[in-house]
Nanobody, 125 residues
């Protein structure tokens, strides 16, 4: 069974940066597309980003394009989300997610096969 554990969340001022990590256990990530979702209180879950199993292609929500970068290190079984120019509206619990497929499927923003427990990101002055 694939298990995902996020880390790297915290409190940051607007305009600041954070890097989230997602480390997998139980299975190698080599054959999974991996992504990040977020959910703020009172708001719907949002698909933030997805990266293919090889790391060769990425997708981003319009709300984070140009500010967030997803990457992966399959040798370390870890995926990262570099978040720059953070805004208060980025405040949410961020979840790492995985799909049992090598590509970011059409509609990846709508769901996932596996998910971690989440890490809180708070952007506030």
């Amino acid at each position: 069974q694939l298990q995902l554990v996020e880390s790297g969340g915290g409190l940051v001022q607007p305009g600041g940066s954070l890097r989230l990590s997602c480390t997998a256990s139980g299975r190698t990530l080599d054959y999974y597309a991996i992504g990040w979702f977020r959910q703020a209180p009172g708001k719907e879950r949002e698909g933030v980003s997805c990266v293919t199993s090889s790391g060769g292609a990425t997708n981003y929500a319009d709300s984070v394009k140009g500010r967030f970068t997803i990457s992966r290190d399959n040798a370390q079984n870890t995926v990262y989300l570099q978040m720059n120019s953070l805004k208060p509206e980025d405040t949410a619990v961020y979840y790492c997610a995985a799909w049992a497929y090598y590509q970011c499927v059409t509609g990846w923003e709508s769901g996932y096969d596996y998910r971690g427990q989440g890490t809180q990101v708070t952007v506030s002055s």
